[in-house]
């Protein structure tokens, strides 16, 4: 089985979870700032770089949709 994650750029990540869910729904899922209040993929590529355990959860929520 390959990696759904492998050569997938954060970013692609990001506006592949906001698109399916919007900002709304992915606050829901992952409720952490950049998402809930003036959410933007840039606001949250930098917050999400600084923060592994952030970063896990929205990586993890990817693998979830692609794989379904």
């Known amino acids: 089985m390959t990696d759904p994650l492998h050569g997938v ?3 692609t990540i990001v506006e592949r ?3 399916e869910y919007g900002w709304e ?3 829901q899922r992952v409720p952490v700032r ?3 209040y003036d959410p933007s ?3 949250s590529l ?3 770089r600084k ?3 952030a ?3 929205v990586e993890a929520l990817y693998v979830d949709l692609v794989t379904r």
């Open 17 to 19: 979870l906001a698109d």
């Open 55 to 57: 970063r896990a959860k």
């Open 9 to 11: 750029t954060l970013q």
């Open 41 to 43: 993929v840039q606001s």
């Open 34 to 36: 950049c998402f809930q």
């Open 25 to 27: 729904g992915l606050a």
């Open 51 to 53: 923060t592994p355990w």
């Open 46 to 48: 930098k917050f999400l």
